[in-house]
């Protein structure tokens, strides 16, 4: 394959490189074959970490679109079908209250008032298809 001379020590050695496999080499040294296996390099292997700058940002507040009014919406966590209605519009109700099923992957999810009032407005009816975040009752 390759042939080397090298001097060392004042004397001179020829070397040939007669075939490689893996890390085993079989080469030739003035004239003598010698089998000579190569030591493994171990390569370490550098595992990144991740380093994250400290925010130097305040926490945002949420905006809060009018504090002083009293209305709430209750809206739809998921998109889904109303099944039934159980309140009407003047109805008082109080927190935790229920007020419709919505049908939701095949599953019935109570939805519940927020806080305690009376039902101003019902903006859906049984049957209906909803989409998330779409408005379906209105409570002062």
Known sequence: MKNFTFNINENSYSVRILSQEDNTIELEVNGTNYLVKMKEEIKSRKTPTLVRKPSTTAPVEPIKVNPSSSKTTITAPIPGVVLSLKVQVGDTIKANDSL??????????????????TVTAINVKPGQQVLQGEVMIEIE
């Open 100 to 117: 419709m099923i919505l049908e939701a992957m095949k599953m019935e999810n109570n939805i519940v008032s927020e806080k305690s009032g």
